[in-house]
């Protein structure tokens, strides 16, 4: 079963307007960390934000927040007043504790294209 | 500035051809790790590291591999490459304080296989 699902494959939307990126997750570990990232057309990869699970507050980051609802598993990132620039690849990723990895699992990812 | 760095950025190679990508972070993270990224099977982790000379396997380790001498050095060795192995790598490295933490990610090398 998928660990991290990102339901939309890609989105238009129109400079300036607010973009909502999908996230839900499924662990069933009590503490755990939730990631995005953007990945632009030159492919280097870019931390947005985090959340802890035990975080009570949404995180926030600039133009970057995450509506976190840990009873629903979900992590949807919330891009206000988007611009050209954030025309990329966005994932969304969580880590789990044990396992010994401590690495993430990555969602499949949104495109996201903002139009003028 | 903290950064990770990777070298090469990016590499052309044929079957066999003993290769090394280098990963350095200036960061002192105890933790590394290294992940490769194809069309639809998303980033997946090869390699971790929890401090020096501690090292294990991720999810898809079979065909590289690593080694941890000093904190800041994570090389990703591949031995024999093979086409497969075409990808686009990324290390990373991570650091936790309280309830913050964050994965840093190299610029990636873009590897491919003949």
């Keep these: 079963a998928q660990k991290i699902t990102q339901t939309q494959p890609g989105m238009f939307v129109q400079e300036k307007e607010a973009v909502t990126l999908d996230c ?7 503490s755990y960390g939730l ?34 609802q840990k ?10 007043a988007s611009q050209l620039g954030d025309s990329a690849m966005y994932f969304c990723a969580m880590r789990e504790p044990g396992g010994g990895a401590d690495g993430l699992t990555f969602g499949k990812g949104t495109h996201l294209i903002i139009q003028p | 500035e903290a950064q990770v760095t990777q070298n090469p950025r990016y590499l052309i190679t044929v079957t066999g051809k003993k290769l090394t990508v280098t990963c350095s972070q200036n960061m002192n993270h105890e933790y590394m790790s290294w992940y490769r990224q194809d069309p639809g099977l998303g ?31 994570f090389p990703l060795i591949l031995e024999s490459p093979s086409p497969n ?19 840093y990610f190299g610029p990636g090398t873009r590897l491919l296989v003949l």
């Design chain 1, 24 to 30: 839900t997750y499924d662990t069933s570990d009590q």
């Design chain 1, 35 to 68: 990631f995005w990232y953007k990945q632009p057309s030159s492919g280097e990869m870019i931390f947005l934000i985090y959340q802890g699970s035990y975080d009570e507050q949404n995180a926030t980051e600039g133009r970057y927040s995450l509506n976190f």
């Design chain 1, 71 to 80: 009873a629903r598993k979900s992590a949807n990132l919330v891009i206000s």
């Design chain 2, 43 to 73: 980033l997946r982790q090869i390699y971790y590291s929890m401090n020096v000379e501690v090292t294990d396997k991720g999810d898809v380790p079979e065909g590289y591999k690593v080694s941890r001498k000093e904190k800041r050095n």
């Design chain 2, 85 to 103: 192995q075409t990808s686009l790598y990324f290390c990373a490295s991570s650091w936790t304080s309280g309830n913050q933490e964050t994965q």
